[in-house]
């Protein structure tokens, strides 16, 4: 099975102190507080299949962090660009410590640890999503695609206006819109849903940071976990006054 691999500029923050302070110490070169810059980084996953575990390597410059995962990697998206993954065990330490990553903005990294990691696990029962064949407008060879719902959201208008109609009614029942299904009120449609799912990961993040850096990360997982379900709650308020059921 091929490596999944990642490079791009990243911000790596690793929010519990005594866990940042021992990786700072074997990577003395690595910036892992909150405030660091952005550093091109370079992101390799593989899977042991005779030890049924996935092997992880962060490469910053000259520094290579390495560490694992089980089943996964316990992904979390807290905004555009914020990445959260809680269950990395890195080799430095003696337990899963959590990892912020920053600039993640095409969702590709999150695609992966939400999804498509689950591809490098031989025999894994992934779910196999229906083919659908679709022409672009003007003509053109057909293409065979898989149809996700995530997709619609990754579109601009520009691109959503070059799919085919049957494409874009697809997807309009994926978030229980009504018909008539009219080309036009489909992408309208689509563009305020991305502008408030948006507008609810930044009130979820304020909130979670807001209280994060009030207690200067010395949360215990029962304090994070209630923490977690205050914000996200907020959140689904939000979404509930201005999206329909479906859309979120």
């Avoid at 909150?34 to 992101?43: C, D, F, G, M, Q």
Wanted: charged share 35%; glycine share 4%; hydrophobic share 30%.
């Amino acid at each position: 099975m091929k490596p999944f691999i990642w490079s791009g500029k990243l911000k790596l923050i690793i929010p519990d102190e005594n866990n940042r302070d021992k990786l700072m110490k074997k990577y003395p070169s690595l910036d892992l507080e909150e405030n660091n810059k952005r550093y091109p980084t370079k992101i390799t996953v593989r899977y042991n299949s005779s030890l049924k575990h996935f092997v992880i390597a962060f490469e910053v410059g000259d520094e290579i962090m390495e560490g694992k995962f089980v089943n996964w990697a316990g992904p979390w998206k807290y905004s555009k660009s914020l990445l959260e993954l809680s269950e990395i065990k890195f080799n430095v330490l003696s337990s899963r410590t959590k990892l912020y990553i920053k600039g993640d903005k095409n969702d590709k990294l999150f695609q992966f640890f939400r999804y498509d990691y689950e591809t490098m696990i031989p025999g894994s029962p992934v779910k196999k999503e229906k083919k659908k064949t679709y022409r672009k407008r003007g003509g053109g060879q057909k293409k065979t695609q898989k149809v996700y719902k995530y997709e619609a959201l990754m579109y601009k208008p520009s691109q959503l206006k070059q799919l085919d109609s049957d494409l874009l009614r697809k997807y309009a029942k994926m978030y229980n819109m009504k018909p008539p299904y009219i080309d036009k009120e489909i992408i309208n449609r689509f563009r305020y849903i991305k502008i408030h799912l948006a507008k609810g990961a930044k009130i979820y993040n304020d909130c979670f940071m807001k209280d994060l850096k009030k207690t200067k990360n010395t949360m215990d997982k029962k304090q994070m976990d209630k923490l977690k379900k205050t914000c996200k709650k907020k959140q689904l308020q939000y979404y509930k006054k201005f999206l329909n059921k479906g859309e979120y």
